[in-house]
């Protein structure tokens, strides 16, 4: 039974025992950023801040807080929660449609699990099976869709050159939240304290960032891991591959070390970027597209673990995506033995950026569809679930949704032409603070430039 299969199944079954809106990242997965205090249950809801005080006495409370209690109540009931748009978005557009509440869901499933559900309902204190954290937002890039929140270079041009008081959306003011550090994080502190507990039902641990390779919080968590093993834990880590290389390094000698010996399950290595090239570049200030290459050359020949690209699906994507499917490819006949790797070792996911609206798909003309299409059929000349240097089904569903959703979405005109005046606004004003010049690295996408600029006045 394919993936796509298997979730549409065990959704079946969930449908029926709880409700049709039930999704058991609600209770077993948790996202928590502690350089903020904040949590979700994925990364599709906007997180949420933690109470300081319930995790003096209860430290399982930076996962199971009262608004999460609600939503679970929510789903109970049979209600789409407001946090959780983003795949009622794909579940609307009809029932062959994949949400990530449906994989999710699937990858979750157990029967432990639901009638762990059914006895305790909303109430009970969760220990997560998955759970992402952000130790810090100490990072050496400063992606233009991302936030001051998640990094440390981002958070200093702004406290350099101020928010982006033009646009009406992605200001990214920081005068209204506060970051911890590492050594004096109250939530942090609740965290490691909670670990003996949490680690005994934990299945996958996933770091995100900031940036993971630079923050000392994930050496600590190496250390703990090599002092009292989890052999059922798989980990994983989010990186930009571009740190300097003997950071690299160090990162990597400790993956193998935890392998080699067998004190974790498994890990996983998830890096991101959107197309390839200069435009790659443009989109995340920081990135140099040599050093990421080497860097992931260098992880790929050192390490027999796998790693996924999480393509951040973005306005500046849509002409030149690819570029970057071509150079999936490429890696894949480099770093798919197919005698010593049984699984394909590089994948990649496509999810598509909601926010902030200059970076949505859906303020572009719909002329723009073609180069989607175009992308679409790329990969399916290139599918064959049989070859390890090929795209699978799996992946071409994944970038279908996300064409079908650019296809049928039709935001009202007062939405498109904000998003557009913010579009000009933004990136004229980033372009002057950090000297890039989108109308250079684009130059296929001129007319619509030119579009927002007059719109903006």
């Given at each position: 039974?394919?993936?796509?299969?298997?979730?549409?199944?065990?959704t079946k079954l969930t449908d029926e025992i709880f409700s049709?809106?039930?999704?058991?990242?609600?209770?077993?997965?948790?996202?928590?950023?502690?350089?903020?205090?904040?949590?979700?249950?994925?990364?599709?809801?906007?997180?949420?801040?933690?109470?300081?005080?319930?995790?003096?006495?209860?430290?399982?409370?930076?996962?199971?807080?009262?608004?999460?209690?609600?939503?679970?109540?929510?789903?109970l009931a049979g209600k789409q929660c407001a946090g959780c748009?983003?795949?009622?978005?794909?579940?609307?557009?009809?029932?062959?449609?994949?949400?990530?509440?449906?994989?999710?869901?699937?990858?979750?499933?157990?029967?432990?699990?639901?009638?762990?559900?059914?006895?305790?309902?909303?109430?009970?204190?969760?220990?997560?099976?998955?759970?992402?954290?952000?130790?810090?937002?100490?990072?050496?890039?400063?992606?233009?869709?991302?936030?001051?929140?998640?990094?440390?270079?981002?958070?200093?041009?702004?406290?350099?050159?101020?928010?982006?008081?033009?646009?009406?959306?992605?200001?990214?003011?920081?005068?209204?939240?506060?970051?911890?550090?590492?050594?004096?994080?109250?939530?942090?502190?609740?965290?490691?304290?909670?670990?003996?507990?949490?680690?005994?039902?934990?299945?996958?641990?996933?770091?995100?960032?900031?940036?993971?390779?630079?923050?000392?919080?994930?050496?600590?968590?190496?250390?703990?891991?090599?002092?009292?093993?989890?052999?059922?834990?798989?980990?994983?880590?989010?990186?930009?591959?571009?740190?300097?290389?003997?950071?690299?390094?160090?990162?990597?000698?400790?993956?193998?070390?935890?392998?080699?010996?067998?004190?974790?399950?498994?890990?996983?290595?998830?890096?991101?970027?959107?197309?390839?090239?200069?435009?790659?570049?443009?989109?995340?200030?920081?990135?140099?597209?040599?050093?990421?290459?080497?860097?992931?050359?260098?992880?790929?020949?050192?390490?027999?673990?796998?790693?996924?690209?999480?393509?951040?699906?973005?306005?500046?994507?849509?002409?030149?995506?690819?570029?970057?499917?071509?150079?999936?490819?490429?890696?894949?006949?480099?770093?798919?033995?197919?005698?010593?790797?049984?699984?394909?070792?590089?994948?990649?996911?496509?999810?598509?950026?909601?926010?902030?609206?200059?970076?949505?798909?859906?303020?572009?003309?719909?002329?723009?569809?073609?180069?989607?299409?175009?992308?679409?059929?790329?990969?399916?000349?290139?599918?064959?679930?049989?070859?390890?240097?090929?795209?699978?089904?799996?992946?071409?569903?994944?970038?279908?949704?996300?064409?079908?959703?650019?296809?049928?979405?039709?935001?009202?005109?007062?939405?498109?032409?904000?998003?557009?005046?913010?579009?000009?606004?933004?990136?004229?004003?980033?372009?002057?603070?950090?000297?890039?010049n989108h109308e250079q690295v684009f130059p296929e996408m001129?007319?619509?430039?030119?579009?927002?600029?007059?719109?903006?006045?």
């Amino acid at each position: 039974m394919s993936e796509r299969e298997e979730a549409v199944r065990i959704t079946k079954l969930t449908d029926e025992i709880f409700s049709p809106t039930f999704c058991f990242a609600k209770w077993y997965h948790a996202n928590i950023y502690f350089q903020t205090g904040e949590t979700h249950s994925c990364y599709h809801p906007a997180p949420h801040k933690i109470d300081t005080q319930a995790i003096l006495t209860n430290p399982s409370a930076i996962h199971n807080t009262e608004v999460k209690k609600q939503e679970r109540r929510e789903m109970l009931a049979g209600k789409q929660c407001a946090g959780c748009q983003y795949c009622w978005n794909i579940e609307n557009m009809g029932p062959d449609y994949i949400s990530d509440r449906k994989t999710r869901s699937s990858s979750i499933y157990n029967e432990q699990r639901v009638q762990a559900v059914k006895a305790g309902g909303a109430e009970f204190d969760v220990n997560p099976e998955y759970l992402e954290v952000s130790f810090g937002n100490e990072c050496n890039f400063r992606c233009g869709y991302c936030h001051p929140k998640a990094s440390s270079r981002y958070y200093n041009e702004i406290k350099q050159h101020g928010p982006y008081t033009m646009v009406k959306n992605h200001r990214c003011d920081i005068n209204w939240f506060d970051i911890y550090e590492e050594e004096t994080n109250p939530y942090l502190d609740a965290f490691w304290k909670w670990w003996p507990e949490l680690s005994k039902e934990l299945t996958i641990l996933r770091i995100t960032g900031g940036e993971p390779t630079i923050q000392k919080s994930t050496y600590k968590l190496f250390d703990l891991l090599e002092q009292d093993p989890k052999p059922n834990l798989e980990l994983n880590v989010n990186s930009n591959l571009g740190g300097k290389p003997k950071q690299l390094e160090k990162f990597t000698d400790g993956v193998n070390s935890l392998l080699s010996q067998n004190k974790i399950r498994r890990f996983k290595l998830f890096t991101s970027i959107d197309t390839w090239g200069e435009r790659a570049e443009y989109i995340r200030d920081g990135l140099d597209i040599q050093v990421f290459e080497r860097n992931l050359d260098y992880f790929m020949r050192n390490t027999t673990a796998p790693v996924t690209i999480m393509i951040t699906f973005n306005i500046f994507s849509v002409t030149t995506f690819q570029t970057l499917l071509e150079k999936i490819l490429e890696w894949r006949r480099k770093y798919n033995d197919v005698e010593t790797f049984r699984w394909n070792r590089l994948s990649f996911d496509t999810p598509y950026l909601k926010e902030p609206l200059q970076y949505d798909i859906n303020i572009l003309p719909k002329e723009y569809m073609s180069y989607m299409h175009s992308h679409l059929q790329f990969i399916k000349d290139n599918l064959d679930d049989e070859r390890k240097d090929a795209f699978t089904t799996m992946e071409y569903e994944r970038f279908r949704r996300v064409v079908d959703y650019m296809d049928s979405t039709h935001y009202d005109p007062a939405r498109i032409m904000q998003g557009r005046i913010d579009f000009h606004r933004f990136f004229k004003e980033q372009n002057r603070r950090r000297e890039v010049n989108h109308e250079q690295v684009f130059p296929e996408m001129s007319e619509f430039f030119k579009l927002c600029q007059e719109l903006a006045g």
